[in-house]
Every structure is written in structure tokens, then in C-alpha cells.
């Protein structure tokens, strides 16, 4: 730890320290650009709006950990829920003086519970508009990554043909349901290989994949990386971030459900949104943090 303790800091590869953040969003805008970081906000040395806003807006990739004010309680206190509602993070730590960067670290490779519903609240946050009905279909094919490997099983699962699925995903500027599938089965491998020390073959066999070789090159294809990347850069938002940006590079992501019905941009920054704000109705999409 910084002999100097600011609000906010880096956590970043190897984790082994925390970096003080002193110099504002532009810096914040930076730290977005190192795969597997997370921003650690102390919220007993400051919460002012100022904080709270900046970190609304933080880049899309950038995970958040929370540690909270001395005996606080997030249900408790209407302040501190707010904020931390608002700020959407990866996890909320007890107080402690000098969070532990080891202990931080354990946080970030922790796999979400619900992969399918941290997914969906990742597209609200990043502002991907999208109606309730197709962010619950979006939802059950990441939820049904976990046991089934094609489209056609996900499809019947949901009642649907192929055929429709693909339309209701494509017509709403959306990526094809085969790379829901594919991303959230490889979101699955990295969180698996960062909290074990199994090989990548066998983690690829676990999760049907029939070797390493395949879940290599399709998380290079998807991701952008290799799974030693994966595994030893932390957390899953980095990931996804990844893949959605280059789905929006090729044009297979442009969200067309606006508030004005017009078609939104492929790119922009985070948009404000409370953390759980039921249907997934922002009209603001990806673009590059600069």
C-alpha cells in the first residue's frame, strides 16, 4: 500500500500493490487500457458526488471494488447504498484501513454466481439498448452455456427455432446467438482457469471443448487473447468489453432500440445507470475510451 491513501487507486497485473489515483478521469480513462484492472475506492477516506460521477463513467472493462466506511452496512446506510448502486461494482469489501492487494485480487478472479445476470447488468451499465424480453433471452443463453454446446439446443430450450432466435437477436443490432453462446462458454474457461491451476486442456474438456487448442483459438478469435492471458489477467469484464467491442468493430453491434426509435451509435462511453434498473432501455452503446 501507498504510504499516502487517496479514494481511489489501481489495482492492476501482477497484483501485488495499489497504484493511488490522484489526477481524474483522464488518468481513469487510462487505466482502462490495462486488461484485468480493477479501480479499489476506499470509501471512508472520500465519496464526494464528484467521485461517485467519475466512477459512473469509468471506461467499460474497469472493474470496481468497494471497500466500505467503517461499521457500514451497504442495506443500511441509504448514502453509501446509493452510491454503490450507482457505481455498479465487481464487489463490496468490509472496511479495512489498507485493503490488502492479495485479498483484492481474490475478489476479482471470483466467479460471479450468475454469470447471465452480471451480463446483462454489464450491457445496462455500458448503455446497450435492448428490451426486457431480449435481455431475458440474451440472459437464459449465457445461463444455458453452462450445459449446452450448440445453437440448436439453446434454441429449443427457448422455444424457438434457430431461425427466429438469430432474427430477434440480428434486427435489434445485436450479435448472432452463436456468439452469445461461444462468448459466455469462454467467459466460463477464464474464470475457471483463474481460480485453479488446471491446465487449459482439461479445462477445455471440462467445459466441451475437445482440446486446448480449440478454446485457444477461439477466445484469440472472440477475445483477442490467448488463455494464458486470461488466466493470469484478473476478472471477467475485461473479457466481455473485448468482445463486444470487436462485435462493434465489424458491425454486428448496433443496438437499434432508442428512446426516439432512431438507430444508435455503434460506440460510446458508459451511460448512468442504477446497477438493477430492471429492462435493458439505455440508447447509448460502446466507443472507444480515450
Same mark, same amino acid.
Given at each position: 500500500?501507498?504510504?499516502?491513501?487517496?479514494?481511489?487507486?489501481?489495482?492492476?497485473?501482477?497484483?501485488?500493490?495499489?497504484?493511488?489515483?490522484?489526477?481524474?478521469?483522464?488518468?481513469?480513462?487510462?487505466?482502462?487500457?490495462?486488461?484485468?484492472?480493477?479501480?479499489?475506492?476506499?470509501?471512508?477516506?472520500?465519496?464526494?458526488?464528484?467521485?461517485?460521477?467519475?466512477?459512473?463513467?469509468?471506461?467499460?472493462?474497469?472493474?470496481?471494488?468497494?471497500?466500505?466506511?467503517?461499521?457500514?452496512?451497504?442495506?443500511?446506510?441509504?448514502?453509501?447504498?446509493?452510491?454503490?448502486?450507482?457505481?455498479?461494482?465487481?464487489?463490496?469489501?468490509?472496511?479495512?484501513?489498507?485493503?490488502?492487494?492479495?485479498?483484492?485480487?481474490?475478489?476479482?478472479?471470483?466467479?460471479?454466481?450468475?454469470?447471465?445476470?452480471?451480463?446483462?447488468?454489464?450491457?445496462?451499465? =455500458?448503455?446497450?439498448?435492448?428490451?426486457?424480453?431480449? @435481455?431475458? !433471452?440474451?440472459? $437464459?443463453?449465457?445461463? /444455458?452455456?453452462?450445459? &449446452? *454446446?450448440?445453437?440448436?439446443?439453446?434454441?429449443?430450450?427457448?422455444?424457438?427455432?434457430?431461425?427466429?432466435?438469430?432474427?430477434?437477436?440480428?434486427?435489434?443490432?445485436?450479435?448472432?446467438?452463436?456468439?452469445?453462446?461461444?462468448?459466455?462458454?469462454?467467459?466460463?474457461?477464464?474464470?475457471?482457469?483463474?481460480?485453479?491451476?488446471?491446465?487449459?486442456?482439461?479445462?477445455?474438456?471440462?467445459?466441451?471443448?475437445?482440446?486446448?487448442?480449440?478454446?485457444?483459438?477461439?477466445?484469440?478469435?472472440?477475445?483477442?487473447?490467448?488463455?494464458?492471458?486470461?488466466?493470469?489477467?484478473?476478472?471477467?469484464?475485461?473479457?466481455?468489453?473485448?468482445?463486444? =467491442?470487436?462485435?462493434?468493430?465489424?458491425?454486428?453491434? @448496433?443496438? !437499434?432500440?432508442? $428512446?426516439?426509435?432512431? /438507430?444508435?451509435?455503434? &460506440? *460510446?462511453?458508459?451511460?448512468?445507470?442504477?446497477?438493477?434498473?430492471?429492462?435493458?432501455?439505455?440508447?447509448?452503446?460502446?466507443?472507444?475510451?480515450?
Amino acid at each position: 500500500m501507498p504510504d499516502t491513501l487517496t479514494p481511489l487507486s489501481l489495482l492492476t497485473h501482477p497484483y501485488t500493490a495499489l497504484r493511488p489515483l490522484t489526477q481524474g478521469p483522464g488518468e481513469l480513462r487510462q487505466c482502462g487500457r490495462e486488461p484485468g484492472s480493477a479501480v479499489v475506492w476506499s470509501m471512508a477516506i472520500g465519496r464526494r458526488p464528484a467521485t461517485v460521477e467519475m466512477l459512473m463513467e469509468r471506461p467499460g472493462g474497469l472493474a470496481l471494488l468497494v471497500v466500505l466506511p467503517a461499521g457500514s452496512e451497504v442495506g443500511l446506510d441509504p448514502e453509501v447504498m446509493s452510491a454503490v448502486d450507482r457505481t455498479r461494482p465487481h464487489g463490496i469489501l468490509p472496511y479495512h484501513p489498507r485493503p490488502d492487494p492479495a485479498g483484492l485480487a481474490q475478489v476479482l478472479r471470483r466467479p460471479p454466481a450468475d454469470l447471465g445476470g452480471e451480463v446483462t447488468d454489464y450491457l445496462n451499465w =455500458r448503455g446497450i439498448g435492448v428490451d426486457r424480453e431480449t @435481455a431475458h !433471452v440474451i440472459r $437464459r443463453i449465457i445461463d /444455458l452455456s453452462r450445459e &449446452l *454446446r450448440s445453437v440448436s439446443a439453446v434454441s429449443r430450450s427457448l422455444y424457438l427455432s434457430r431461425r427466429a432466435l438469430g432474427r430477434r437477436l440480428m434486427s435489434r443490432g445485436l450479435p448472432v446467438p452463436s456468439h452469445w453462446l461461444q462468448a459466455a462458454r469462454l467467459l466460463r474457461v477464464a474464470t475457471r482457469l483463474q481460480n485453479s491451476d488446471a491446465t487449459v486442456s482439461s479445462v477445455a474438456v471440462d467445459v466441451g471443448y475437445p482440446d486446448g487448442f480449440s478454446v485457444s483459438n477461439q477466445m484469440e478469435r472472440l477475445f483477442g487473447c490467448r488463455p494464458t492471458e486470461a488466466r493470469e489477467r484478473l476478472g471477467w469484464e475485461w473479457l466481455l468489453e473485448a468482445w463486444l =467491442r470487436r462485435e462493434a468493430d465489424v458491425g454486428a453491434l @448496433a443496438p !437499434v432500440l432508442t $428512446r426516439s426509435g432512431s /438507430l444508435a451509435p455503434n &460506440l *460510446r462511453e458508459p451511460r448512468r445507470s442504477a446497477r438493477r434498473a430492471g429492462a435493458v432501455t439505455g440508447h447509448r452503446a460502446l466507443r472507444e475510451s480515450a
